[in-house]
């Protein structure tokens, strides 16, 4: 198993690893994050710094021969705490 | 008050074994899949292909190699990523256990 290679025995050892990195955190309401995770709890509660939270927008007015247009809105913020209740999956960096 | 030794009933047998293969609860399962490809559907109906690292009592789920698809189609890819359980519908064995 490649578990035993990497040093996890469970899923929030892949986050304790992540700590200091910049992640990729995929919210509900399509939203995502990246940003450096600073801290994390059982709940997946967050903090995080120098975020850019992109958003995911359908706009059904623009849609043109049903193709709905999706707008994406970016915004950066220094620094975030995250409910972890609206976290769906978070994405270290690629471990070398 | 047992006074005399009960004889052998044939009258119910004991019923048959049931096939191995197919038996076990659902920790077993999750046991067997572990360092196996999966696929783990979320409510929203995004799947996640990847080898299951590992699993917790939440069902936040370590996956390996993930490939993000929505409608069929591949929309991301993560070296490593950590779903969180209350988000899993499923998780569905995509090799032999």
Known sequence: ?96 | MDESPRPPSDQSPPPPPPAQSHTGSPTDFLKGVVGKRVIVRLTSGVDYKGVLSCLDGFMNIALEQTEEHVNGVITNRYGDSFIRGNNVLYISAAEEI
Not at chain 1, 49 to 71: W, Y
Not at chain 1, 77 to 83: A, D, G, I, T
């Open chain 1, 1 to 96: 198993m490649d578990a035993s290679v990497t040093g996890i025995q469970e899923p929030f050892d892949l986050i304790r690893l992540s700590l200091s990195e910049r992640v990729f955190v995929k919210l509900r309401g399509d939203r995502q994050l990246t940003g450096i995770l600073h801290a994390y709890d059982g709940h997946m509660n967050l903090i995080m710094s120098d975020v850019e939270e992109t958003i995911m927008l359908v706009d059904p007015e623009g849609a043109t021969n049903g193709r709905s247009v999706i707008n994406v809105a970016k915004r950066k913020m220094e620094m975030l705490f995250v409910r972890g209740d609206g976290v769906i999956l978070v994405s270290p960096p690629a471990r070398t």
